[in-house]
């Protein structure tokens, strides 16, 4: 009795198991599309419990901020003082001569780079809903501004190493 009671239940689950992969329980790879579409198909079966698709938005964002330390660097400044002279209808053309003045400094912008990542902010949508989304931006941009407003700690921020220097843009880091 033991051994047919054992070998039904094995029976049953295998055809759960299959049930469930059949009806979308395994996650695989799909596009929004094909899951709108498979949304649409699931939400006919009367069978089935009222469900909710479950949307995780992420959001990474660079930006780029003041260095703790700013450069500067000396500007040359030049003069130059010239005069041309005329006597009597002789005349000596303009001429100048370079005369020596202190440099300027000019403070240089030294920008760092950091990355601003938000996990994991989780939403549900009916089939309704799902529908609907046209823009991943539009979708999750309100609700992570929100979530991020209500608790600015969910935000990782990070140094990327990056940084620009306008006084020397060629030999910026990145």
Do not use: H
Not at 150 to 171: L, V, Y
């Amino acid at each position: 009795m033991k051994t047919i009671s054992m070998s039904v239940l094995a029976f049953g689950f295998a055809l759960s198991a299959s049930a469930y992969a059949a009806q979308g329980g395994s996650q695989s790879s799909m596009n929004l599309e094909d899951l709108k579409n498979k949304c649409t198909e699931l939400s006919a079966n009367e069978q089935l419990k009222p469900f909710k698709a479950v949307v995780t938005c992420k959001q990474v964002a660079t930006e780029w901020r003041p260095a703790a330390e700013t450069p500067s660097i000396e500007v040359q400044n030049t003069k130059q003082i010239g005069a041309s002279f005329s006597l009597k209808g002789y005349a000596v053309p303009f001429q100048a001569e370079d005369v020596e003045v202190g440099p300027a400094t000019a403070a240089c912008t030294v920008l760092e780079q950091y990355q601003l990542t938000v996990p994991a902010v989780d939403i549900e949508l009916d089939c309704a809903g799902l529908q609907a989304v046209q823009s991943l931006a539009d979708l999750c941009g309100p609700v992570i501004d929100e979530r991020l407003t209500a608790d600015p700690s969910i935000q990782i921020e990070e140094k990327t190493g990056a940084t620009f220097n306008s006084c020397n843009p060629d030999s910026s880091s990145n």
